[in-house]
């Protein structure tokens, strides 16, 4: 009886959460489409397409999710293909002080990005990269490194060494089995953190907002913060930004299942 009361308990609270959930991207959904939005969830009375027709047709808007794409990807692309390359030695060679070397990584990923925003705006400034697009796109690839080196490092002890030693027996050399062993087995773990970095990038608006000067930089996280004015909120036009912003995350997400099933599929390649 005391198990049959906890498993309800569970089931009401697990509902409650997802209610709680639930409720906040019903809201941005219904809104979007009410030319009358306001802060309350309803139903609306006449459904529109002209909160996404204001916000596509505006030009600032365009370029600013053109700009959220070029940061994001170009974050994505350097954090995914460095940490890969730091991954293999770190995984595969005894290296000395490499215990030291991995605890320093795992804290360096507990600092707050705003205990570190203060002498990067210096450093910007004496270097010359603020308002610079690439100097925002460098740092926020360095804050994301010891996160992604530690991923990818566990993703890599997982890769059997036996098959590169299988690979090497054939002919291969290193780098070849690195290209057609090693990294098609790494396809979950590269997906993995391809996505924690883009959505984080593309989610940013702390390193931007601070780093970027001119408006027409903004990349949609900041640009976001244009329908908070002092004569209120459009909501239904907010509503259908956000809709849109989430887009490239999901996406992504979608298009990369694809490939972390595969790679999934090859990870018992060395079984039988």
């Known amino acids: 009886m005391k198990s049959k009361k906890e498993t309800i308990l569970a089931y009401v609270i697990m509902a409650l959460m997802a209610v709680v959930f639930v409720l906040p ?7 979007s489409f009410d030319p009358n939005a306001s802060v309350g969830l309803k139903v609306p009375a006449s459904w529109t397409l002209e909160n996404y027709n204001a916000v596509i047709s505006s030009g600032k808007n365009r370029l600013a999710f053109l700009v959220g794409l070029v940061l994001s990807l170009g974050q994505t692309f350097l954090v995914v293909a460095i940490s890969a390359m730091a991954s293999y030695p770190l995984s595969r060679y005894e290296l000395k002080h490499k215990r030291t070397f991995m605890y320093t990584v795992l804290f360096m990923s507990a600092l707050p990005i705003t205990t570190v925003m203060v002498p990067v705006y210096k450093l910007f400034l004496i270097l010359g990269l603020m308002d610079n697009l ?16 530690w991923m990818m490092k566990n993703f ?3 890769v059997p060494i036996a098959l590169e030693e299988a690979a090497w027996v054939d002919g291969a050399n290193t780098i070849q089995s690195i290209l057609h062993v090693v990294l098609p087995l790494m396809l ?3 997906c993995t953190i391809a996505i924690f970095t883009f959505s984080g990038s593309w989610g940013n608006f702390f390193v931007p907002y601070i780093l970027l000067q001119s408006s027409d930089k903004y990349p949609a996280s900041v640009r976001l913060y ?8 459009d909501y239904g036009q907010l509503a259908a930004y956000s809709l849109l912003y989430s887009l490239p995350s999901v996406l992504l ?20």
């Open 134 to 149: 690439l100097g925002v796109i460098l740092f926020m690839t360095a804050s994301s490194m010891p996160y992604a080196m």
């Open 156 to 158: 890599m002890d997982t």
């Open 25 to 31: 991207l019903l809201w941005i959904v219904l809104a």
């Open 253 to 272: 997400y979608v298009i990369s299942q694809k490939f972390m099933s595969k790679g999934f599929g090859m990870a018992g390649a060395n079984k039988g």
């Open 226 to 233: 244009q329908y908070f004015g002092q004569h209120g909120v």
């Open 188 to 190: 979950p773990g590269l």
